[in-house]
């Protein structure tokens, strides 16, 4: 008699023993996604699983919910994505911070956490909120935004925008010159951040080797993973994960030459800035810890200020009497007025491209039960479900922000409740952005100085794109001195 080799027989009938899970779930998911819903469920996107899967990796991601709301005639509906629990989203401001406030919501582990991949482990962008390290962590970082180090922070922001003023700007003044601000402006705020948050002196080798490796692993871990799993478990067979997984080494590697660098400086700043906090930080922290929280740190602080100045800037040029109401308001208003002025602008430039155009994810743990005003009905989303809180939408809500696809700053002179509660760029709740305090400050200092000397005539808009944060790309500016 032969005898049975299991090792032999796996080998022989491996596409059979890869395959059969894959059925398995196929065959769920076809039983599941044909279960007669229920009375009080939300609608379902029309669109099927596979070009659901595309759509939310793609660039048209912040678009395609707004046409799915019209579609469907629902701010409330659920995607055709085989996630536990089902994955839905709400566009209506309302529900979204309802959800943000909750106390047992949370952050979607097996979403966030293909960022971890890019950070090398967990950090506190990505842990729940239960994990006993996520608030130690962030009461640290806290201190770090205090309003001392904001305006210690800020005054370096001005030293390299006024730099970038100097070095850049004039040259180009009044010729024929043009730039793209969604090139320009990052780098500005890049070089700030690595100083008066990390207390090392960047060039720009530094943030093209950053930008250019966090772009790869970005498009591989938040998105193309995210939404399609099985890119993970067969990653060994993809070329372009092994890329990624390279370019996040790269990304972990340079944090580590930031910290090698911090700890042989001999004149350490006597500021609380962010690497000192994770470097003395009291809690047990490995190597591995303090690189990841370092890079998460800098991965969500270093494009997100620079793209918001430049979208401001392009929507200006795009209102040259706005950009001319503005600038008269900087140069002859009253300093009160003029800071209202700009802040008008600046919201209202926040609330029509927010850079976070998908907005957050929540895990709920709980049933959530919503008005839908569209259908006028109430609308159950069980617990355990994924949601999508899109602020691409929610800012554009008609029901609440009259003419809401057009750049209308004057609407924020007396905004409504309705409207102050529907903006939330930064999220609200406890997982908010630690940062906010700082990046509004950036955006006053960075757009009064630029504005008060220079505007701006549109050469080119180019076009909206969406990866990981709103931008304009391919965009020509060309500046001009202001006349005395």
Request: glycine fraction near 4%; include cysteine.
């Amino acid at each position: 008699m032969m005898d049975f080799d299991l090792a032999t027989a796996l080998r022989d009938n491996v596409a059979a023993v890869l395959l059969l899970p894959l059925a398995l779930a196929i065959g769920w998911l076809a039983v599941a996604f044909n279960k007669p819903p229920a009375k009080d469920a939300p609608v379902k996107s029309t669109a099927g699983i596979l070009e659901s899967v595309r759509m939310l990796a793609s660039s048209e991601s912040p678009w395609w919910h707004l046409q799915l709301q019209e579609s469907l005639g629902s701010s409330i509906f659920q995607h055709n994505i085989p996630v536990p629990g089902g994955m839905y989203v709400l566009c209506s401001a309302k529900d979204q911070r309802e959800v943000l406030l909750d106390e047992y919501a949370d952050k979607p582990i097996a979403v966030y956490g293909n960022i971890d991949s890019i950070t090398g482990r967990t950090q506190m962008g990505t842990r729940s909120t239960l994990d006993p390290r996520t608030k130690p962590m962030r009461k640290a970082v806290e201190h770090s935004f205090s309003s001392a180090e904001v305006n210690r922070m800020n005054s370096i922001c001005m030293k390299y925008a006024k730099q970038w003023e100097t070095d850049f700007l004039e040259k180009l003044a009044d010729t024929d010159a043009t730039f793209d601000p969604s090139i320009e402006l990052p780098k500005v705020v890049f070089k700030s951040i690595m100083e008066a948050a990390l207390e090392y002196e960047s060039t720009p080798e530094d943030y093209d080797f950053f930008a250019s490796n966090y772009e790869v692993a970005a498009r591989e871990f938040t998105f193309r993973q995210s939404v399609n799993p099985l890119r993970k478990v067969f990653g060994f067979m993809i070329p372009e994960v092994w890329a990624a997984r390279n370019c996040c080494s790269a990304l972990q590697d340079f944090v580590k030459k930031i910290l090698t660098a911090y700890r042989e400086n001999p004149n350490k700043s006597e500021h609380n800035t962010l690497i000192k906090a994770v470097e003395s930080n009291p809690y047990d922290m490995s190597e591995e810890d303090r690189v990841a929280e370092l890079l998460i740190l800098l991965i969500a602080g270093f494009d997100t200020t620079g793209y918001t100045i430049a979208i401001t800037l392009v929507l200006l040029a795009k209102h040259p009497k706005e950009m001319r109401d503005l600038r008269q308001s900087l140069l002859q208003g009253d300093p009160a007025q003029s800071k209202d002025h700009l802040k008008r602008v600046i919201t209202e430039s926040q609330r029509l491209l927010p850079v976070a155009g998908v907005g957050p994810l929540r895990l709920i743990n709980r049933d959530f039960i919503f008005r839908d005003e569209s259908s006028n009905r109430n609308v159950k989303i069980p617990n355990g479900a994924t949601l999508i809180l899109p602020q691409f939408a929610s800012h554009r809500d008609e029901a609440v922000f009259e003419d809401a696809t057009q750049f209308k700053p004057d609407r924020w002179e007396n905004p409504t409740k309705e409207m102050v509660q529907s903006f939330i760029p930064f999220a609200v709740g406890k997982r908010t952005c630690p940062g906010q305090s700082l990046a509004n400050a950036e955006l006053f200092s960075v757009l009064s100085s630029i504005l008060s000397k220079y505007e701006f005539e549109l050469v080119a808009e180019g076009k909206l794109d969406f990866f990981m944060t709103m931008k304009y790309v391919d965009t020509k500016l060309r500046v001009k001195r202001v006349k005395a």
